[in-house]
């Protein structure tokens, strides 16, 4: 069956028995509204999580520091616990960027179409990231590291320095480190790569201003990503909330389970779209929520007073 079979379009609730007849035009718009504002929705979702797996591996050093400030020093077992829980954050993280990157250019061609501009610009902006940043060409290096070797934090230092000569303040830090040797020997890893880590001649790497750098990589790939789809989720939020306030006005604000619907002759549904605001709601908050900062590693928590 096709929309050729269709002698009517309608609005139609799951609450509500009587419905408002719309053009084929109006049923097509809707359906394609409903796509694009659940894929605009799904960009943000991604951006959110990474977000949040990046406090969640913040919040988990911020802890190690303040745990070995109340309790001392550890057991090897416990301070091999340390290392794994930074590890686990560190790899819900890059989890997190590896599907945002992979998803998001066909999220955009879903929204715009196959081989999209959208889509092309997003992997130009995605390559000249890697090339123009030390923290991304480590951070996808360390992802690959993940995938074929080994966990990449092998190393917990905790320390503390007196902030000034009175002895008032002390401040107290934990640092995950990366074995720059374990990298540069990984083979699954870019030669390039391996080789700019070997020319740096350097034992380790403190993963968290790798971390930061790497954030707001992410951060400027999606300020281009909002900007490029911000123009058709907000036409396709307005044809929803038209057609919504249509129904509303004739049967009441409470209206659940609202759809475009395509109907034969008989009488038959051939299609049913939903139709609701939940979804660009929810996208509209997470753009408010999710902060785009795209010089994260000049920035970071302190406790100080």
Request: aromatic share 8%; with cysteine.
């Amino acid at each position: 069956m096709t929309l050729k079979n269709a002698s009517k379009f309608v609005l139609k609730s799951g609450t509500v028995t009587d419905c408002i007849e719309i053009s084929l035009t109006e049923f097509i718009d809707a359906k394609q509204a409903y796509v694009i504002n659940q894929r605009c929705l799904a960009l943000e979702e991604k951006y959110s999580l990474i977000l949040q797996n990046y406090a969640d591996f913040e919040s988990q050093l911020h802890s190690i520091a303040l745990s070995t400030l109340l309790f001392g020093v550890k057991e090897w077992a416990e301070y091999m616990n340390e290392i794994q829980l930074v590890n686990g954050k560190l790899l819900n993280l890059l989890s997190s960027t590896k599907a945002y990157l992979d998803q998001v250019p066909q999220n955009l061609n879903d929204i715009f179409g196959d081989s999209c501009s959208q889509s092309e610009l997003f992997e130009k902006n995605t390559n000249k990231e890697f090339d123009d940043f030390y923290s991304y060409r480590i951070m996808s290096a360390v992802r690959n590291h993940v995938q074929h070797s080994d966990f990449p934090i092998q190393l917990m230092q905790h320390g503390n320095q007196w902030k000034n000569e009175e002895r008032t303040q002390c401040s107290h830090h934990a640092t995950a480190y990366i074995s720059t040797r374990e990298l540069s020997e990984n083979k699954k890893i870019r030669s390039k790569t391996r080789e700019e880590l070997v020319a740096r001649d350097e034992d380790k790497l403190d993963v968290k201003p790798l971390v930061r750098e790497y954030l707001s990589s992410m951060a400027r790939l999606h300020r281009e990503v909002r900007q490029s789809v911000n123009e058709v989720a907000m036409r396709s939020e307005a044809i929803v909330r038209q057609l919504t306030s249509r129904f509303a006005e004739v049967n009441g604000e409470r209206v659940f389970g609202l759809a475009v619907v395509a109907i034969s002759d008989e009488g038959r549904e051939l299609e049913r779209v939903p139709l609701f605001s939940e979804n660009v709601d929810r996208r509209n908050y997470l753009i408010k929520h999710n902060a785009v900062l795209t010089n994260m590693e000049k920035h970071f928590i302190s406790g100080e007073i």
